[in-house]
């Protein structure tokens, strides 16, 4: 199926001359929170521009193949790095943002995190509150529970089942899901209701513009407010600008770039930050891994990618103690499966042969609720791109120690064959006593423990205190007049789940309240 | 990095060889600009003979070094109590293992099947 470019769409890395451009609301990215604030605005009556830096690609392009799906779809090729490179950070970058490659795991916030939220940040928001927010946007992507599991998915249930250990089904947004797998490459059959199938297509009805391979450099002030922004237009390949200039002018700005692209903006456009908060409290939901070699074939590249939690380790001592975790499995196609898996040489290739009988699990982290848990912080390389930092200290280390633990318990419960960590000091091992024994000797140390992130949240947090937060409980800026931030960035902590579903409802809710306002305006 | 992985028949691996190389440039242009460099630098210093010398501990050049001595040095950088030279391992395994996993070429081996076929396209 050919798409054709519907005319209000432009890809900027084909202009030959600089643009200049007018609306109402000019929004920066096009991920969960951009993309659900484009629509709402939109129908609400306002002329609103997306700025996209990613290209636009859609369920045609998708191919199931990770040579392009990577390049084209991430950032830095699915590769992008802390600066120590100890954590490989998976972000999206096209229409659509992350929803276009996420696995479509959906969770509300747990009460735990809105109660700390409250007490800690001043949030007023509850799960009364939220409750018709969900289920607006619960119906408008189609979340429902998903449980339909592939063999990576029954092994953690049945191991789970057998431990005693708590576990859920989850719930997934998608539409007709034919559980191919391939949800990180984007969807070839349309099925997965990312913003780039429902919000921004509802956007471009009502007359928005999208901009794409368009990079937002920089906020121009002028007064209290920001007067337009400069945008640089990027090649066919992504990364470098072609030398044409895009500038947009709006009455009010949204960002929603994410918790890297949203802080390092603001960082670039030296917006008035007296506390220095701005790309502090950067959480991660720092990704630790285990792989169980079983009998029969598990072929974890198959089938809807997470369908199976377990909250077991979540708050396992408490939501300020030491730090908890949420278990899942996790899709695994031959090239993400080659990184992951840290050996080399002969190891490497013995592992790999492996594949089809490799089931995988991941513990998140649940990090930020803890003093010794104050996340990362995004600074600027010379040339203003974004760069950020995350130190790994001895009350993360102790938390994935547990969470090796804890997913080799559950795989030999499953019955694997044997286990072993995504950690370059670990064996294969043949039960559980001696898995236990290992892991409390494995040196917790950067590039030892393959370290991952998917869920980057936090930067532009989001309270009732000017001195500790960079917006207030609507996510205006609290110094600038006209710019409002929708996005993972605004959150306190991490959420201890999967993301993708808060960052839907909280867009939802701040973006309805700000059309009212910027029509009444 | 891929001992074991690639296909015996020289043809074979000198074409995998070739793809995995392409594979590599392709990725690495895709980084942003001060990720490029970093690979840049990386690579600058595996070819130049001082640095070499220093950090892999190989003496002989590239040309003539000995597959035993270029599992010693991998070795060495991946548990080097170095964080910097642990860093360059992963890049360097990464993009190597990367590039070939992603090929069809290397699924048969592994008994990946590719991805599903849709009637309907």
Same mark, same amino acid.
């Given at each position: 199926?050919? $798409?054709?470019?519907?005319?209000?769409?432009?890809?900027?890395?084909?202009?030959?001359? $600089? @643009?200049?451009?007018?609306?109402?609301?000019?929004?920066?990215?096009?991920?969960?929170?951009?993309?659900?604030?484009?629509?709402?605005?939109?129908?609400?009556?306002?002329?609103?521009?997306?700025?996209?830096?990613?290209? &636009?690609?859609?369920?045609?392009?998708?191919?199931?193949?990770?040579?392009?799906?990577?390049?084209?779809?991430?950032?830095?090729? %699915?590769?992008?790095?802390?600066?120590?490179?100890?954590?490989?950070?998976?972000?999206?970058?096209?229409?659509?943002?992350?929803?276009?490659?996420?696995?479509?795991?959906? &969770?509300?916030?747990? #009460?735990?995190?809105?109660?700390?939220?409250?007490?800690?940040?001043?949030?007023?928001?509850?799960?009364?509150?939220?409750?018709?927010?969900?289920?607006?946007?619960?119906?408008? &992507?189609?979340?429902?529970?998903?449980?339909?599991?592939?063999?990576?998915?029954?092994?953690?249930?049945?191991?789970?089942?057998?431990?005693?250990?708590?576990?859920?089904?989850?719930?997934?947004?998608?539409?007709?899901?034919?559980? @191919?797998?391939?949800?990180?490459?984007?969807?070839?059959?349309?099925?997965?209701?990312?913003?780039?199938?429902?919000?921004?297509?509802? %956007?471009?009805?009502?007359?928005?513009?999208?901009?794409?391979?368009?990079?937002?450099?920089?906020?121009?002030?002028?007064?209290?407010?920001? #007067?337009?922004? #400069?945008?640089?237009?990027?090649?066919?390949?992504?990364?470098?600008?072609?030398?044409?200039?895009?500038?947009?002018?709006?009455?009010?700005?949204?960002?929603?770039?994410?918790?890297?692209?949203?802080?390092?903006?603001?960082?670039?456009?030296?917006?008035?930050?007296?506390?220095?908060?701005?790309?502090?409290?950067?959480?991660?939901?720092?990704?630790?891994? =285990? &792989?169980?070699?079983?009998?029969?074939?598990?072929?974890?590249?198959?089938?809807?990618?997470? =369908?199976? =939690? *377990?909250?077991?380790?979540?708050?396992?001592?408490?939501?300020?103690?030491?730090?908890?975790?949420?278990?899942?499995?996790?899709?695994?196609?031959?090239?993400?499966?080659?990184?992951?898996?840290? !050996?080399?040489?002969?190891?490497?290739?013995?592992?790999?042969?492996?594949?089809?009988?490799?089931?995988?699990?991941? %513990?998140?982290?649940?990090?930020?609720?803890? $003093?010794? *848990?104050?996340?990362? *912080?995004?600074?600027?390389?010379?040339?203003?791109?974004?760069?950020?930092?995350?130190?790994?200290?001895?009350?993360?280390?102790?938390?994935?120690?547990? !969470?090796?633990?804890?997913?080799?318990?559950?795989?030999?419960?499953?019955?694997?064959?044997?286990?072993?960590? !995504?950690?370059?000091?670990?064996?294969?091992?043949?039960?559980?006593?001696?898995?236990?024994?290992?892991?409390?000797?494995?040196?917790?140390?950067?590039?030892?423990?393959?370290?991952?992130?998917?869920?980057?949240?936090?930067?532009?947090?989001?309270?009732?205190?000017?001195?500790?937060?960079?917006?207030?409980?609507?996510?205006?800026?609290?110094?600038?007049?006209? @710019?409002?931030?929708?996005?993972?960035?605004?959150?306190?902590?991490?959420?201890?789940?999967?993301?993708?579903?808060?960052?839907? =409802?909280?867009?939802?809710?701040? *973006?309805?309240?700000?059309?009212?306002?910027?029509?009444?305006? | 990095?891929?001992?074991?992985?690639?296909?015996?028949?020289?043809?074979?691996?000198?074409?995998?060889?070739?793809?995995?190389?392409? /594979?590599?440039?392709?990725?690495?242009?895709?980084?942003?600009?001060?990720?490029?460099?970093?690979?840049?630098?990386?690579?600058?210093?595996?070819?130049?003979?001082?640095?070499?010398?220093?950090?892999? /501990?190989?003496?002989?050049?590239?040309?003539?070094?000995?597959?035993?001595?270029?599992?010693?040095?991998?070795?060495?950088?991946?548990?080097?109590?170095?964080?910097?030279?642990?860093?360059?391992?992963?890049?360097?395994?990464?993009?190597?293992? /990367?590039?070939?996993?992603?090929?069809?070429?290397?699924?048969?081996?592994?008994?990946?099947? /590719?991805?599903?076929?849709?009637?309907?396209?």
């Amino acid at each position: 199926m050919p $798409d054709s470019l519907p005319r209000n769409i432009v890809d900027c890395s084909q202009l030959q001359q $600089d @643009l200049f451009i007018e609306a109402d609301v000019a929004i920066v990215g096009t991920g969960a929170g951009g993309g659900v604030a484009a629509r709402t605005l939109s129908q609400a009556g306002l002329r609103v521009v997306m700025i996209e830096e990613g290209p &636009f690609k859609t369920t045609g392009d998708f191919r199931m193949q990770e040579s392009d799906a990577y390049p084209t779809l991430y950032h830095d090729v %699915a590769n992008r790095k802390t600066d120590d490179k100890a954590i490989t950070i998976l972000q999206g970058r096209a229409v659509g943002g992350g929803t276009t490659v996420n696995w479509t795991s959906c &969770f509300r916030i747990p #009460e735990q995190t809105l109660a700390h939220w409250q007490q800690h940040y001043g949030w007023t928001h509850n799960s009364e509150t939220l409750a018709p927010w969900y289920r607006r946007v619960e119906s408008l &992507f189609n979340i429902q529970p998903w449980p339909v599991h592939n063999a990576s998915n029954s092994a953690l249930v049945r191991g789970a089942d057998k431990l005693g250990w708590q576990n859920d089904v989850i719930a997934r947004n998608v539409r007709r899901c034919r559980n @191919l797998g391939y949800c990180g490459m984007g969807c070839p059959v349309g099925a997965k209701q990312s913003t780039l199938l429902t919000c921004i297509p509802d %956007a471009m009805k009502h007359d928005a513009t999208l901009l794409t391979r368009l990079r937002a450099q920089q906020l121009i002030m002028r007064g209290d407010g920001i #007067e337009e922004i #400069e945008c640089h237009a990027l090649t066919a390949i992504g990364v470098d600008p072609t030398g044409v200039k895009v500038r947009v002018r709006a009455r009010h700005v949204v960002l929603a770039a994410g918790g890297i692209g949203s802080p390092a903006l603001m960082l670039r456009s030296r917006l008035p930050d007296p506390y220095g908060l701005v790309g502090k409290r950067t959480f991660l939901h720092i990704t630790v891994g =285990t &792989f169980a070699h079983m009998r029969d074939r598990v072929d974890p590249y198959y089938g809807a990618p997470q =369908t199976a =939690t *377990s909250n077991q380790f979540l708050w396992r001592d408490g939501v300020t103690g030491e730090m908890g975790y949420k278990i899942e499995a996790v899709p695994l196609q031959p090239g993400l499966a080659a990184t992951a898996l840290g !050996a080399f040489g002969i190891r490497h290739a013995e592992l790999m042969e492996g594949l089809p009988y490799l089931q995988p699990l991941i %513990a998140i982290m649940r990090d930020g609720f803890h $003093d010794e *848990s104050a996340g990362g *912080s995004v600074s600027l390389n010379s040339d203003g791109s974004p760069l950020l930092s995350y130190p790994l200290n001895n009350y993360l280390w102790r938390g994935i120690r547990h !969470a090796y633990a804890s997913l080799m318990q559950i795989q030999f419960a499953a019955g694997a064959q044997r286990v072993g960590a !995504a950690h370059s000091d670990s064996a294969w091992y043949d039960n559980w006593l001696q898995a236990q024994a290992a892991v409390e000797q494995m040196p917790m140390k950067p590039h030892h423990a393959r370290l991952f992130s998917a869920h980057v949240m936090g930067g532009c947090v989001m309270g009732a205190d000017r001195t500790r937060s960079v917006v207030d409980l609507d996510g205006n800026h609290r110094h600038v007049s006209n @710019l409002t931030v929708i996005d993972g960035s605004i959150f306190p902590t991490s959420i201890g789940a999967n993301p993708s579903l808060p960052i839907y =409802t909280l867009a939802a809710w701040q *973006s309805e309240k700000l059309a009212t306002s910027l029509r009444q305006a | 990095m891929l001992a074991g992985a690639l296909p015996q028949p020289e043809r074979e691996q000198n074409a995998a060889i070739e793809q995995i190389i392409t /594979g590599f440039d392709f990725t690495v242009a895709h980084f942003p600009p001060t990720v490029r460099n970093e690979i840049r630098q990386l690579l600058d210093l595996l070819v130049f003979p001082p640095t070499r010398v220093l950090l892999t /501990g190989m003496f002989a050049s590239w040309e003539k070094a000995d597959a035993s001595a270029v599992r010693a040095f991998i070795s060495r950088w991946e548990t080097s109590r170095f964080s910097l030279l642990r860093s360059g391992y992963s890049a360097l395994h990464d993009l190597i293992c /990367g590039a070939w996993y992603v090929s069809p070429e290397s699924w048969a081996r592994i008994g990946y099947p /590719g991805p599903p076929q849709l009637e309907s396209r």
